[in-house]
């Protein structure tokens, strides 16, 4: 039975970190990519980050279009001025 790897553990620790907090997994990518030996799995996990940001984004946006979810607990009504948008405080 071979040797589990130091490196490849940590690789996938890094995933998880990119899954459960994305800037905790970008900081350790950074530092990776300050290390020669795990520069490949700096930039996979620096990846990781960018599509995962990207896709909660584009989530997040489809979301709030759909009026599922709120900026706060603000809602934007329209005034009865053309092209004015007010605050409402939902209690």
Do not use: D, H
Request: charged residues 20%; aromatic residues 16%; hydrophobic residues 50%.
């Amino acid at each position: 039975m071979e040797k589990f790897k130091l490196g490849k553990k940590w690789f996938w620790i890094g995933v998880a970190i990119c899954f459960i907090y994305p800037i905790a997994g970008l900081v350790y990518a950074i530092a990776l990519l300050c290390e020669k030996a795990y520069r490949k799995e700096g930039w996979i996990l620096i990846a990781i980050v960018l599509i995962l940001g990207l896709i909660g984004g584009m989530a997040a946006s489809y979301f709030i279009n759909k009026g599922y979810f709120t900026p706060g607990s603000w809602q934007f009504i329209k005034s009865p001025k053309e092209g004015e948008i007010l605050p409402l405080i939902q209690e």
